[in-house]
T-cell receptor, first 110, second 118 residues
């Protein structure tokens, strides 16, 4: 059983659509990171959220950390083909060890 | 900032040979480095954690003698796959974090190394 449940696992949408990826856990995290990974490359850090209820925006991407710091979401507005990739959430518990979610594979069709 | 490199980016070797993969933090001192393995279309699987100057801590099910990890300096860690077999073929990714950075809990990943054992 994943300690960090990520949903959906797969998502295929048309360019211009909006989408939300969820990352849920019964555990409290001191921080949570979101990464994006393209095929054949390593994960690239998108954002780190630390405070419960925190919202961070990165252009068309909006990240939210739950008030209880057990869950997080990533919302993409007007998705573009360049957003295609594997999105990974990862939670930390007061150290540098990360618990990874199972990943969400996003495909944005032109 | 916080750039991590890996070398080689891909390697093909014969069964029974050993392969060394290097992971370097280019612009910061990595107090901890991590080695992951990733199977196609799956998330990352942590293999081991290494702190500079200490022995690596391996995850359950990962053979220490098979996957040798050395973290000789604050900017370099190596993973050696000994006596590689086809089932060791995979995408290996390292990451680094630093207690000296403001975001101590964040890991910065290398670009990965694809290993194919024939």
């Amino acid at each position: 059983t994943q300690l960090l449940e990520q949903s959906p696992q797969f998502l295929s949408i048309q360019e211009g659509e909006n989408l939300t990826v969820y990352c849920n856990s019964s555990s409290v995290f001191s921080s949570l990171q979101w990464y994006r990974q393209e095929p054949g490359e390593g994960p690239v850090l998108l954002v780190t959220v630390v405070t419960g209820g925190e919202v961070k925006k990165l252009k068309r991407l909006t990240f939210q950390f739950g008030d209880a710091r057990k869950d997080s979401s990533l919302h993409i507005t007007a998705a573009q083909p360049g957003d295609t990739g594997l999105y990974l959430c990862a939670g930390a518990k007061g150290g540098n060890m990360l618990t990874f979610g199972g990943g969400t594979r996003l495909m944005v069709k032109p | 900032g916080a750039v991590v490199s890996q070398h080689p980016s891909w390697v093909i070797c014969k069964s029974g040979t050993s392969v060394k993969i290097e992971c370097r933090s280019l612009d910061f001192q990595a107090t901890t480095m991590f080695w992951y393995r990733q199977f196609p279309k799956q998330s990352l699987m942590l293999m081991a954690t290494s702190n500079e100057g200490s022995k690596a801590t391996y995850e359950q099910g990962v053979e220490k003698d098979k996957f040798l990890i050395n973290h000789a300096s604050l900017t370099l860690s190596t993973l050696t796959v000994t006596s590689a077999h086809p089932e060791d073929s995979s995408f290996y990714i390292c990451s680094a974090s630093s207690a000296r950075l403001a975001d101590q809990e964040t890991q910065y990943f290398g670009p990965g190394t694809r290993l194919l054992v024939l």
